[in-house]
């Protein structure tokens, strides 16, 4: 039997490619001189598509793969992905979830800490040579404080489980309340802001999600407020962030996530009380590298028969073949 044929929109990193490679037929959509036509001539042929993360896959582009099966994609976020759409075309798609928990929410601690005790301010107080002329400021504290995690999910509870050795008191605000923790939990955005002093952003991206992160809420979140965001830049509302900053209703802000990423607002940066990372919460050689393994494991799973090895909710698995 011929290998299956496997698009590839963007570059990947090179592990994947190499085992895509050896496994299939690969053919790369990013080094066609002319995209369209190139989908076109092989399109019909594609059985799997695998994808990073910002790579949008649409129903436009799925319509150009009628005999497409599996989606897999690099990443547990997979909200450029039209998973329904998939969902109605009898198209599997696959994310990498727990691979990465554990990374994201060292990643997502180190973020809080760092906003709360300005630590990179302090490193450039000491390498500007300003030392001398006096002490870093003093910082806002973890101490008495309580955190809200929008978000229990996989990275939620691992980020929840870090910060119960921080002594801090945890709520969490999910569709549901879930009764295995003993967090509180609050039915509203609305309410957890206002019982908490820091936010941590963890939920999915996508339309339901978009923008849920707005003025009132960061409102409630109050002057001593710190929001720190490791899921999306869409969950928040950007222009009501930099507003709130810099009016000082909130005190502060570390975020891994932007809106339109990798472009930041200039107005972000000019903030003293910001923390800016560039999308690296699981950007460990370590934990990128089992990501992409997932990712190669999905496709491999699936051609020999065997199903997806992590599907989505949206396109869940009944064992046909
Ligand atoms: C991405 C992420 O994988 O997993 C996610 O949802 O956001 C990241 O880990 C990364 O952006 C890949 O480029």
């Known amino acids: 039997m011929p290998a299956p044929d496997i698009l590839l929109l963007r570059p990947m990193q090179a592990s994947v490619m190499e085992a895509l490679e050896a496994a299939f037929a690969l053919h790369r959509l990013d080094t066609a001189t002319d995209p369209s036509a190139r989908l076109a001539e092989i399109g019909p042929r594609i059985r799997g598509l695998a994808v990073n993360a910002h790579a949008p896959v649409d129903r436009a582009l799925m319509e150009r793969l009628p005999n497409l099966e599996i989606v897999s994609s690099f990443g547990v976020g997979y909200d450029t992905i039209d998973a329904r759409e998939a969902g109605r075309r009898g198209v599997i798609v696959t994310n990498t979830p727990d691979v990465l928990s554990d990374e994201v929410a060292d990643l997502a601690l180190g973020l809080l800490l760092a906003t709360v005790r300005q630590i990179p301010q302090a490193d450039r107080h000491l390498r500007e040579g300003r030392w001398p002329q006096g002490s870093f400021p ?169 199903g997806p090895v992590t599907p989505v909710a949206e396109t869940p698995w009944s064992g046909r073949t």
Not at 231 to 259: K, P
């Open 138 to 306: 003093l910082t806002a504290t973890l101490r008495g404080r309580t955190v809200g995690i929008l978000g229990l999910g996989r990275i939620g509870r691992a980020i929840a489980r870090r910060l119960e050795g921080f002594g801090v008191a945890i709520a969490y605000h999910g569709r549901r309340r879930q009764e295995d923790v003993p967090y509180a939990y609050h039915p509203t955005l609305l309410a957890l802001a206002r019982a908490v002093h820091l936010l941590m952003v963890v939920a999915p991206g996508g339309p339901e999600t978009s923008g849920i992160v707005d003025a009132a809420v960061l409102d409630a979140l109050g002057p001593d407020g710190i929001l720190i965001n490791v899921a999306r830049g869409s969950l928040v509302d950007e222009a009501a962030l930099i507003a709130a900053l810099q009016a000082g209703t909130i005190h502060g802000a570390g975020l891994d996530v932007f809106a339109n990423e990798p472009h930041v607002p200039e107005a972000l940066s000019a903030l003293g009380h910001t923390v800016l990372l560039p999308h690296v919460g699981s950007g460990s050689v370590h934990t990128r590298a089992a990501m992409g393994q997932l990712v190669v494991e999905n496709l491999v799973s699936w051609f020999s028969g065997k």
